[in-house]
């Protein structure tokens, strides 16, 4: 199920990224920093009383039609209300009441949405006066905090948590693989969609999602049944403003956390490019299968026989924490490898559920240790004394040592590679936890 999505909006300097910041500074942050992942984001995965939603940082949305601060305003409170649960519309609190604080006001009180009003830069009780001009706005009693010294932070998520709509129950067939589409606008998204929904599928039933006015769209291919998920290019183009159609990041973070195979999209004519990190990471971070299809083969300047390989090392370059993703060139306008699209998703399904027995497990930690002995650490040597596996998809195992301080992630990555060379796990983003064990506990 996709986890409620809260949506940060306000003025250029009022503090959206600051406040964004320190709440993952404040541990209620659920994703671990990741080498390779960009820190560049413009979401955050977290959690608060047990709840777990995405906070998104629409500050971090960019927006190529005009620098006008009022019109990159106005469209991104238009975001947050087409896609958010709950809307956080950030003012300030030193700056006092502004005109542009009362034209995104006014949109966001035609939202049925909950919209909670926080007051930035109250940094002291002294400050608390600031707040009353706020009340103008009409979107009920404003919250003052301070983002910098996180002032009254666990209140603001208090009532953010609490405006969450109430959990839904979404049955799944088991024997169904949900896919998800996703990439950057005009990457060849439902033209994909479209070659897979042909004449060659049986497509089974069209029914609404727990996504809002989502279509989840399922079909069989053989003996396999899918579930396609609704993604920006799959939706009706008269029921979106334009701007919302173009940015709609919060609607690709929900189609991932419902899925259990993503196809990571890229255009090949322009290569990989930083919103592709971001939107890549989500997917990775998310613990979800991941298989990273170049479309637009077809037109891909000057290719020669060595063209799939130098893009292939580009991508395992710029993408580094996706080393494991398998890489399809396609073209979805004249169909080249579309047919198979659905034989790797099958594939990479197989893998992320994939488990290996606790015996076999540890003879390949032992040999591991035999080829590369654990490092030392101030006259200290790591001791693996053994690895379990503890859930799928995405594959969790847990290493137990003597000493969690004395495992390098260097050797953890060695740990990873040795998993993936003897089991595979293609398309499956692995989860090592070192938890410390008494060594009478060796293997």
């Known amino acids: 199920m996709s986890k409620p999505i809260v949506a940060i ?5 009022v503090g959206k ?8 500074k404040q541990r209620v942050s659920i994703v671990d920093d990741m080498p390779g992942v960009t820190r560049d984001r413009i979401y955050l995965d977290a959690e608060w009383l047990n709840r777990e ?5 629409t500050g971090g949305i960019e ?7 009022l019109k990159s305003m106005r469209s991104q409170a238009q975001i947050a209300m087409e896609e958010a649960d709950v809307i956080l519309f950030l003012v300030d609190g030193r ?3 502004t005109s542009a604080d009362e034209e995104v006001a006014k949109l966001l009180r035609t939202t049925k949405k909950p919209v909670i009003l926080a007051v930035n830069k109250v940094d002291s009780p002294e400050r608390e006066m600031d707040i009353y001009d706020f009340y103008q706005l009409g979107l009920g009693d404003p919250i003052p905090i301070g983002a910098s010294n996180a002032r009254n932070l666990g209140d603001l998520l208090d009532a953010i948590v609490a405006a969450f709509p109430e959990n839904t129950t979404e049955d799944k067939d088991e024997d169904e693989i949900s896919i998800a589409v996703i990439g950057r606008p005009n990457v060849g998204k439902s033209s994909l969609v479209n070659k897979l929904l042909g004449e060659e599928r049986v497509i089974v039933s069209d029914v609404a999602g727990t996504t809002r006015d989502a279509i989840d769209t399922h079909f069989r291919d053989g003996d396999t049944k899918f579930m396609l998920i609704d993604t920006a290019g799959m939706r009706r183009r008269g ?19 419902r899925a259990d195979v993503v196809l990571m999209l890229l255009s090949a004519p322009e290569g990989i490019t930083e919103q592709d990190k971001k939107i890549a990471g989500y997917a990775h971070e998310s613990g979800k299968g991941v298989i990273i299809v170049v479309n637009k083969w077809d037109i891909y300047p000057e290719k020669n026989s060595k063209s799939t390989l130098e ?33 790797l998703v099958k594939y990479v399904a197989e893998q992320q559920n994939m488990r290996i027995k606790t015996s076999v497990l540890n003879e390949l930690i032992r040999d591991a240790m035999r080829i590369n002995p654990p490092p030392m650490h101030r006259g200290r040597q790591l001791k693996i004394l053994y690895m379990t596996q503890a859930d799928v998809a995405p594959p969790r195992f847990i290493i137990f040592v003597n000493d969690v301080e004395l495992m390098h992630f ?6 990873e590679n040795r998993l993936r060379e003897s089991f595979g796990f293609e398309g499956a983003p692995l989860r090592l936890i070192v938890r410390a064990r008494k060594e009478e506990d060796d293997i």
Request: aromatic letters at 12%; proline letters at 2%.
């Open 9 to 13: 909006v306000g003025r250029p300097n």
């Open 239 to 257: 029921k979106i403003e334009d701007a919302v159609e173009r940015y709609s990041v919060m609607r690709t973070l929900r189609a991932v956390d």
């Open 53 to 57: 939603f995405t906070m998104i940082d």
């Open 311 to 343: 893009f292939t090392d580009e991508l395992r370059d710029k993408l580094g924490f996706l080393q494991y993703a398998p890489v399809l060139y396609t073209s979805a306008l004249t169909g080249q490898r579309v047919q198979r699209v659905t034989e």
């Open 63 to 69: 927006f190529d039609e005009s620098n006008h601060i």
């Open 95 to 97: 700056a006092g009441l």
């Open 17 to 24: 990224s600051t406040l964004f910041n320190q709440i993952g």
């Open 410 to 415: 260097s050797y953890l990555r060695f740990i």
